[in-house]
């Protein structure tokens, strides 16, 4: 079955500092796959998905993420922090035909001064 | 565009009591998600419908049900609630049933069991 894993629950950065999150997948055939953002006290919000096609996908607010079968990884970056990007972060893997989302344990990303 | 409404946005319930939760997808959207994300966890998948039909069942107690309706909005239903269902309920919407349709989710319901 399809799964995601998400290292590190907690990642601290500077502001203007590179923020990696990183996810791996498990999957038997391949993966669509999906970085949603959590702000305190809200719903979830798309940053970006892989369907098919180009491994590099870009997202909102400047993250991009880069599909690396070799790996089995969906790592996400953005080149430089900003204090706005505080937020919970989640990979996420549809499981099964329906639109059953499997989402990794997620990551809290604290920007600091 | 409105994006996906859940109502209410909090509530308190006693153990034993029943909730009802409720969804507005997007316009034009015929799928609806409900998921539940219990504080420090990321969600876990509850039920999907689609045109009015369940098309998936996650691992909940049968404690939990869920509708749609002909305007495509739904309803969660929990009975005889416990300690344990206290978390935030998510809803999504989708165009559709199935890959690659991606979800567009409500705010939430926060739900605290005392």
């Known amino acids: 079955a399809q799964s995601v894993t998400q290292l590190g629950s907690h990642v601290s950065v500077s502001e203007g500092a590179l923020v990696l999150l990183r996810c791996n997948y498990s999957s038997s055939v391949p993966p669509y796959l999906f970085w949603y953002v959590q702000y305190p006290n809200q719903g979830l919000q798309l940053l970006l998905k892989?369907?098919?096609?180009?491994?590099l996908v870009k997202g909102i607010n400047g993250f991009e993420a880069e599909f690396k079968k070799s790996e089995t990884s969906f790592h996400l970056t953005k080149p430089s922090a900003h204090m706005s990007d505080a937020a919970e972060y989640f990979c996420a893997t549809y499981t099964g035909t329906a639109s059953k989302l499997t989402f990794g344990t997620g990551t809290r990303l604290q920007v600091t001064l | 565009d409105a994006g996906v409404t859940q109502s209410p946005t909090h509530l308190i319930k006693t153990r034993g009591q029943h909730v009802t939760l409720r969804c507005s997808p997007i316009?034009?959207?015929?799928?609806v998600s409900w998921y539940q994300q219990v504080l420090g966890q990321g969600p876990q998948f509850i039920f999907q419908y689609y045109e009015k039909e369940e098309r998936g069942r996650g691992n909940f107690p049968d404690r939990f049900s869920a509708r749609q309706f002909p305007n495509y909005s739904s309803e969660l239903n929990v009975n005889a609630l416990l300690l344990g269902d206290s978390a935030l309920y998510l809803c999504?919407?989708?165009?559709?049933?199935?890959?690659?349709?991606?979800?567009?989710f409500g705010p939430g319901t926060r739900l605290t069991v005392t």
């Open positions: 892989y369907t098919t096609g180009a491994t």
């Open positions: 316009s034009g959207h015929k799928s």
């Open positions: 999504a919407s989708s165009l559709a049933s199935g890959v690659p349709y991606e979800q567009y």
